[in-house]
């Protein structure tokens, strides 16, 4: 049983396009972590969301959380080829210090 | 630079080698961590260590797998009598504190491939 489950799983639209892909969860985070990760490389860390409700942008990237800590989203504004990767959401249990991770939406921005 | 490097990036052996991974973290760093990735997954927990302890060991890490941070600073994943199985990328990553939220810098990782 997936603890993170990420929608959708894979994603190919047009440049200029705005898209939004999701992270759910029926179990309540002390924070979510959205990392990108390219072919061959490790995860990159995007953002880190801790409070419910909160609302964090990085330029074309506006990242949420949701008011019961379960889920969150990414939206991106204007996709560009550049941010073609897989984007993975990354939670941390109360009382653990460890995160884990979602299976990822592959995102493919066509020119 | 200064972020986490992994050796050697590829490694390919024969069934029953066995195979030892080095990761260097970011030398303030004193969270460790491996996980292992497969095609279109995402990165499963195996272990971590806050300086040279060994706090956690996922229930994926059979007893062929050990991981060793002996001075608190570089860490080694040895996997014995490699299967097919462990055909994966193994990632490191360091935390430079307990709170997962201060995020982690992830190594290129080190892709096995066991014929």
């Known amino acids: 049983t997936q603890l993170l489950e990420q929608s959708p799983q894979f994603l190919s639209i047009q440049e200029g396009e705005n898209l939004t892909v999701y992270c759910n969860s029926s179990?309540?985070?002390?924070?979510l972590q959205w990392y990108r990760q390219e072919p061959g490389e490790g995860p990159v860390l995007l953002v880190t969301v801790v409070t419910g409700g909160e609302v964090k942008k990085l330029k074309r990237l506006t990242f949420q959380f949701g008011d019961a800590r379960k889920d969150s989203s990414l939206h991106i504004t204007a996709a560009q080829p550049g941010d073609t990767g897989l984007y993975l959401c990354?939670?941390?249990?109360?009382?653990?210090?460890?995160?884990?991770f979602g299976k990822g939406t592959r995102l493919h921005i066509l020119p | 630079d200064t972020g986490v490097s992994q050796d050697p990036r590829h490694k390919i052996t024969k069934r029953g080698q066995n195979v030892t991974f080095r990761c260097d973290p970011i030398?303030?760093?004193?969270?460790l961590y491996w996980y292992r990735q497969t095609l279109g997954q995402g990165p499963e927990f195996l272990t971590y260590?806050?300086?040279?302890?060994?706090?956690?060991k996922s229930r994926l890490l059979s007893d062929r797998f050990s991981a060793e941070r002996p001075k608190g600073s570089f860490s080694t994943l040895e996997i014995q009598r490699t299967e097919q199985g462990d055909s994966a990328m193994y990632l490191c990553?360091?935390?430079?504190?307990?709170?997962?939220?201060?995020?982690?810098?992830f190594g290129s990782g080190t892709r096995l491939t066991v014929v």
């Open positions: 260590f806050q300086n040279e302890a060994q706090l956690e």
């Open positions: 179990s309540v985070f002390s924070s």
């Open positions: 030398s303030e760093h004193n969270r």
């Open positions: 990553a360091s935390s430079p504190g307990s709170k997962a939220e201060s995020g982690y810098t």
């Open positions: 990354a939670g941390a249990l109360y009382r653990d210090d460890k995160i884990i």
